[in-house]
């Protein structure tokens, strides 16, 4: 399968600031989900992205799908944005695969 | 509402014995997925099915199984061959195997 591999693996921002999530494919893919997963283990959809951009709020996602990676921003963040970020993409069987995520930690 | 369910949300097993994690949705999605995640870990793929009555192995598949009866329905059972059972168990759904996925609420299993 594809691997995934997602940076930085840990993030902390104090609130107010901006960031950015990377997110590499050793391959290509199809498509490419970003989830945020909250303090009680679930996981939100973020963004199906498999090319271009997407905004929902202070949130945007860019997937370049011929270079292999995809990028989440994060505007004017709030604790409630605290959290694991994931990213996972298909791979030739269509099995869903994930980064290892990046901790965020938005310090009021 | 439309969504998946999975049941219980905490689940405690004595070595040895085998438990069976449920998970059901109303979405008429054709595939479904069940996943492992560690402590601080990622996902990983335990078992997917595209369709009804058909399913494939993950990553780790070793220690467990599934069925795949109803299109809404996709147990898992984790096995006494588990050796390391104690993990948040996650199911998910999509319409296809390439398409976006939507998570359930997931299942805490520890081997008491």
């Known amino acids: 399968g594809i691997q995934v591999e997602q940076s930085p693996p840990d993030l902390i921002l104090q609130e107010g600031a901006n960031s950015t999530l990377r997110c590499n494919f050793s391959?290509?893919?199809?498509?490419l989900q970003w989830f945020h997963q909250n303090p009680w283990g679930q996981l939100i959809n973020l963004f199906y992205i498999p090319s271009g951009t997407k905004q929902n709020g202070r949130l945007s996602a860019t997937t370049v799908a011929t270079e292999r990676y995809s990028l989440l921003y994060i505007s004017s963040s709030q604790t409630t944005d605290s959290g694991v970020y994931f990213c996972?993409?298909?791979?030739?069987?269509?099995?869903?695969?994930f980064g290892a995520g990046t901790t965020v930690t938005v310090r009021a | 509402d439309g969504g998946i369910t999975q049941s219980p949300k905490y689940l405690f097993r004595k070595e040895g014995q085998n438990v069976t994690l449920s998970c059901e949705q109303n979405?008429?999605?054709?595939?479904m997925y069940w996943y492992r995640q560690d402590p601080g870990q990622g996902l990983r793929l335990i078992y997917y099915s595209q369709i009804v009555n058909d399913f494939q192995k993950g990553d780790i598949a070793e220690g467990y199984s599934v069925s795949r009866e109803k299109k809404e329905s996709f147990p898992l059972t984790v096995t006494s061959a588990q050796k390391n059972p104690t993990a948040f168990y996650l199911c998910?759904?999509?319409?296809?195997?390439?398409?976006?996925?939507?998570f359930g609420q997931g299942t805490r299993l520890t081997v008491v």
């Open positions: 996972a993409g298909p791979d030739n069987n269509y099995k869903l695969s």
């Open positions: 391959d290509s893919v199809n498509n």
């Open positions: 979405l008429n999605h054709d595939a």
């Open positions: 998910a759904s999509s319409h296809g195997t390439n398409t976006e996925a939507f």
